[in-house]
T-cell receptor, first 114, second 113 residues
Framework: NAGVTQTPKFQVLKTGQSMTLQCAQDMNHNSMYWYRQDPGMGLRLIYYSASEGTTDKGEVPNGYNVSRLNKREFSLRLESAAPSQTSVYFC?????????????FGPGTRLLVL | RKEVEQDPGPFNVPEGATVAFNCTYSNSASQSFFWYRQDCRKEPKLLMSVYSSGNEDGRFTAQLNRASQYISLLIRDSKLSDSATYLCVVYLYSGAGSYQLTFGKGTKLSVIP
Protein backbone atom coordinates (compact mmCIF):
# COMPACT_ATOMS: atom_id res chain seq x y z
CA ASN A 1 0.00 0.00 0.00
CA ALA A 2 2.01 2.95 -1.30
CA GLY A 3 -0.47 5.72 -0.38
CA VAL A 4 0.06 8.74 -2.62
CA THR A 5 2.92 8.65 -5.11
CA GLN A 6 4.27 11.48 -7.24
CA THR A 7 6.63 11.60 -10.18
CA PRO A 8 9.08 13.05 -10.81
CA LYS A 9 10.73 13.93 -7.48
CA PHE A 10 12.82 16.71 -9.00
CA GLN A 11 12.67 18.62 -12.24
CA VAL A 12 14.52 21.53 -13.81
CA LEU A 13 12.81 23.34 -16.66
CA LYS A 14 13.65 26.28 -18.83
CA THR A 15 11.16 29.10 -19.16
CA GLY A 16 8.54 28.18 -21.74
CA GLN A 17 8.97 24.42 -21.47
CA SER A 18 6.04 22.23 -20.58
CA MET A 19 5.74 19.26 -18.27
CA THR A 20 3.22 17.07 -16.50
CA LEU A 21 3.43 16.11 -12.85
CA GLN A 22 1.92 12.73 -12.14
CA CYS A 23 0.06 11.66 -9.02
CA ALA A 24 -1.55 8.37 -8.08
CA GLN A 25 -3.22 7.04 -4.94
CA ASP A 26 -4.10 3.48 -4.02
CA MET A 27 -6.42 4.20 -1.09
CA ASN A 28 -9.62 4.27 -3.16
CA HIS A 29 -10.11 7.94 -2.26
CA ASN A 30 -12.62 9.97 -4.20
CA SER A 31 -11.04 13.41 -3.91
CA MET A 32 -7.62 14.56 -5.03
CA TYR A 33 -5.77 17.87 -4.84
CA TRP A 34 -2.74 19.73 -6.10
CA TYR A 35 -0.94 22.25 -3.90
CA ARG A 36 2.14 24.35 -4.17
CA GLN A 37 4.30 25.35 -1.23
CA ASP A 38 6.62 28.32 -1.34
CA PRO A 39 8.99 29.59 1.36
CA GLY A 40 7.20 31.78 3.86
CA MET A 41 3.79 30.86 2.50
CA GLY A 42 1.26 28.28 3.49
CA LEU A 43 0.19 25.50 1.19
CA ARG A 44 -1.95 26.92 -1.59
CA LEU A 45 -4.49 24.91 -3.53
CA ILE A 46 -4.04 24.94 -7.29
CA TYR A 47 -6.78 22.58 -8.45
CA TYR A 48 -8.85 19.84 -6.96
CA SER A 49 -11.05 16.99 -8.09
CA ALA A 50 -13.90 16.21 -5.74
CA SER A 51 -14.65 12.98 -7.58
CA GLU A 52 -13.71 11.16 -10.73
CA GLY A 53 -14.81 13.20 -13.72
CA THR A 54 -14.81 16.59 -12.00
CA THR A 55 -12.14 19.24 -11.54
CA ASP A 56 -12.30 22.72 -10.06
CA LYS A 57 -9.98 25.66 -9.62
CA GLY A 58 -8.43 26.40 -6.31
CA GLU A 59 -6.73 29.52 -5.03
CA VAL A 60 -3.90 29.76 -7.61
CA PRO A 61 -4.91 28.00 -10.86
CA ASN A 62 -3.36 30.35 -13.41
CA GLY A 63 -0.70 28.70 -15.56
CA TYR A 64 -1.83 25.17 -14.73
CA ASN A 65 -4.20 22.55 -16.06
CA VAL A 66 -5.26 19.25 -14.56
CA SER A 67 -6.66 15.92 -15.66
CA ARG A 68 -8.42 13.38 -13.48
CA LEU A 69 -7.48 10.40 -15.58
CA ASN A 70 -9.37 7.90 -13.42
CA LYS A 71 -10.14 7.44 -9.77
CA ARG A 72 -6.50 6.76 -8.94
CA GLU A 73 -4.67 9.36 -11.02
CA PHE A 74 -4.65 13.15 -11.07
CA SER A 75 -2.07 14.98 -13.18
CA LEU A 76 -0.96 18.61 -13.19
CA ARG A 77 0.32 20.21 -16.37
CA LEU A 78 2.40 23.32 -16.83
CA GLU A 79 1.96 24.36 -20.46
CA SER A 80 4.59 27.10 -20.52
CA ALA A 81 6.67 27.16 -17.37
CA ALA A 82 7.62 30.46 -15.76
CA PRO A 83 10.18 31.18 -13.01
CA SER A 84 7.25 32.09 -10.70
CA GLN A 85 6.23 28.44 -10.86
CA THR A 86 9.40 27.37 -9.09
CA SER A 87 8.00 25.62 -6.05
CA VAL A 88 7.39 22.34 -4.29
CA TYR A 89 4.24 20.67 -5.58
CA PHE A 90 2.25 18.29 -3.42
CA CYS A 91 -0.55 16.02 -4.48
CA UNK A 92 -3.02 14.89 -1.83
CA UNK A 93 -6.14 12.80 -1.53
CA UNK A 94 -9.03 12.38 0.87
CA UNK A 95 -11.86 9.91 1.15
CA UNK A 96 -14.29 12.52 -0.17
CA UNK A 97 -14.43 16.28 -0.45
CA UNK A 98 -16.28 16.77 2.81
CA UNK A 99 -13.44 15.05 4.64
CA UNK A 100 -10.79 17.06 2.88
CA UNK A 101 -9.39 18.23 6.17
CA UNK A 102 -7.99 14.76 6.63
CA UNK A 103 -5.73 14.52 3.63
CA UNK A 104 -2.90 12.22 2.71
CA PHE A 105 -0.03 13.87 0.88
CA GLY A 106 2.47 12.56 -1.61
CA PRO A 107 6.21 13.16 -1.11
CA GLY A 108 6.24 16.20 -3.40
CA THR A 109 7.89 17.31 -6.61
CA ARG A 110 10.58 20.00 -6.43
CA LEU A 111 10.45 22.11 -9.56
CA LEU A 112 12.97 24.72 -10.60
CA VAL A 113 12.18 26.92 -13.59
CA LEU A 114 15.15 28.81 -14.97
CA ARG B 1 -6.69 39.95 9.26
CA LYS B 2 -5.14 36.88 7.63
CA GLU B 3 -7.40 33.87 7.39
CA VAL B 4 -5.22 31.58 9.46
CA GLU B 5 -2.37 32.96 11.50
CA GLN B 6 0.36 31.20 13.38
CA ASP B 7 3.45 32.36 15.20
CA PRO B 8 6.23 31.23 12.83
CA GLY B 9 8.65 30.58 15.67
CA PRO B 10 11.08 29.00 15.88
CA PHE B 11 10.31 27.60 19.28
CA ASN B 12 13.51 26.16 20.71
CA VAL B 13 12.76 24.00 23.74
CA PRO B 14 14.76 21.45 25.75
CA GLU B 15 13.82 17.80 25.79
CA GLY B 16 11.08 17.11 28.28
CA ALA B 17 9.62 20.58 28.11
CA THR B 18 5.99 21.42 27.48
CA VAL B 19 5.31 23.69 24.54
CA ALA B 20 2.10 25.23 23.23
CA PHE B 21 1.23 26.66 19.85
CA ASN B 22 -1.72 28.85 19.05
CA CYS B 23 -3.46 29.50 15.79
CA THR B 24 -6.15 32.08 15.06
CA TYR B 25 -8.68 32.01 12.25
CA SER B 26 -10.76 34.83 10.82
CA ASN B 27 -13.93 33.14 9.56
CA SER B 28 -16.26 32.38 12.43
CA ALA B 29 -18.23 29.95 10.23
CA SER B 30 -15.24 27.61 9.98
CA GLN B 31 -16.30 24.12 10.84
CA SER B 32 -13.37 21.80 11.25
CA PHE B 33 -9.85 22.19 12.46
CA PHE B 34 -6.71 20.14 12.19
CA TRP B 35 -3.06 20.07 13.11
CA TYR B 36 -0.57 18.75 10.58
CA ARG B 37 3.09 18.07 11.07
CA GLN B 38 5.69 18.67 8.37
CA ASP B 39 9.27 17.50 8.70
CA CYS B 40 11.98 19.33 6.82
CA ARG B 41 11.70 18.70 3.08
CA LYS B 42 8.89 16.21 3.60
CA GLU B 43 5.17 16.19 3.00
CA PRO B 44 2.63 17.35 5.59
CA LYS B 45 1.06 14.59 7.66
CA LEU B 46 -2.14 14.76 9.64
CA LEU B 47 -1.32 14.91 13.35
CA MET B 48 -4.80 15.24 14.80
CA SER B 49 -8.22 16.69 14.30
CA VAL B 50 -9.41 19.28 16.79
CA TYR B 51 -12.79 18.71 18.40
CA SER B 52 -14.94 21.24 20.19
CA SER B 53 -14.55 19.44 23.48
CA GLY B 54 -10.80 19.21 23.11
CA ASN B 55 -8.97 15.99 22.47
CA GLU B 56 -5.82 14.24 23.48
CA ASP B 57 -3.56 11.78 21.75
CA GLY B 58 -0.75 10.64 23.96
CA ARG B 59 1.48 13.63 24.66
CA PHE B 60 -0.52 15.88 22.33
CA THR B 61 -3.58 17.88 23.34
CA ALA B 62 -5.63 20.02 20.98
CA GLN B 63 -8.13 22.64 22.06
CA LEU B 64 -10.66 24.76 20.21
CA ASN B 65 -12.03 28.09 21.40
CA ARG B 66 -14.78 29.13 18.99
CA ALA B 67 -15.62 32.31 20.85
CA SER B 68 -12.10 33.63 20.47
CA GLN B 69 -11.50 31.85 17.17
CA TYR B 70 -8.33 30.07 18.03
CA ILE B 71 -7.05 26.56 18.30
CA SER B 72 -4.09 25.34 20.27
CA LEU B 73 -1.73 22.40 20.34
CA LEU B 74 0.05 21.38 23.52
CA ILE B 75 2.98 18.99 23.43
CA ARG B 76 4.08 17.54 26.76
CA ASP B 77 7.41 15.87 27.49
CA SER B 78 8.92 17.01 24.19
CA LYS B 79 11.08 14.53 22.30
CA LEU B 80 13.81 15.23 19.79
CA SER B 81 11.59 13.55 17.21
CA ASP B 82 8.94 16.24 17.75
CA SER B 83 11.16 18.73 15.93
CA ALA B 84 9.14 19.76 12.88
CA THR B 85 6.88 22.48 11.57
CA TYR B 86 3.31 22.33 12.83
CA LEU B 87 0.59 23.52 10.47
CA CYS B 88 -2.79 24.74 11.58
CA VAL B 89 -5.54 23.91 9.08
CA VAL B 90 -9.08 25.29 8.98
CA TYR B 91 -11.96 23.86 6.96
CA LEU B 92 -15.07 25.69 5.83
CA TYR B 93 -17.89 24.08 3.87
CA SER B 94 -20.36 26.62 2.51
CA GLY B 95 -22.67 24.20 0.74
CA ALA B 96 -23.37 23.36 -2.92
CA GLY B 97 -19.98 21.72 -3.26
CA SER B 98 -18.12 24.84 -2.25
CA TYR B 99 -15.55 24.52 0.46
CA GLN B 100 -12.26 25.93 1.52
CA LEU B 101 -9.32 24.46 3.33
CA THR B 102 -6.79 26.99 4.54
CA PHE B 103 -3.34 26.13 5.80
CA GLY B 104 -1.41 28.32 8.15
CA LYS B 105 2.23 29.00 7.36
CA GLY B 106 3.34 26.82 10.23
CA THR B 107 5.19 27.07 13.51
CA LYS B 108 8.66 25.62 13.63
CA LEU B 109 9.63 23.60 16.70
CA SER B 110 13.17 22.57 17.54
CA VAL B 111 13.64 20.28 20.53
CA ILE B 112 17.16 20.55 21.87
CA PRO B 113 19.01 17.76 23.73
Amino acid sequence: NAGVTQTPKFQVLKTGQSMTLQCAQDMNHNSMYWYRQDPGMGLRLIYYSASEGTTDKGEVPNGYNVSRLNKREFSLRLESAAPSQTSVYFCASSIRDTTLGAQYFGPGTRLLVL
Amino acid sequence: RKEVEQDPGPFNVPEGATVAFNCTYSNSASQSFFWYRQDCRKEPKLLMSVYSSGNEDGRFTAQLNRASQYISLLIRDSKLSDSATYLCVVYLYSGAGSYQLTFGKGTKLSVIP
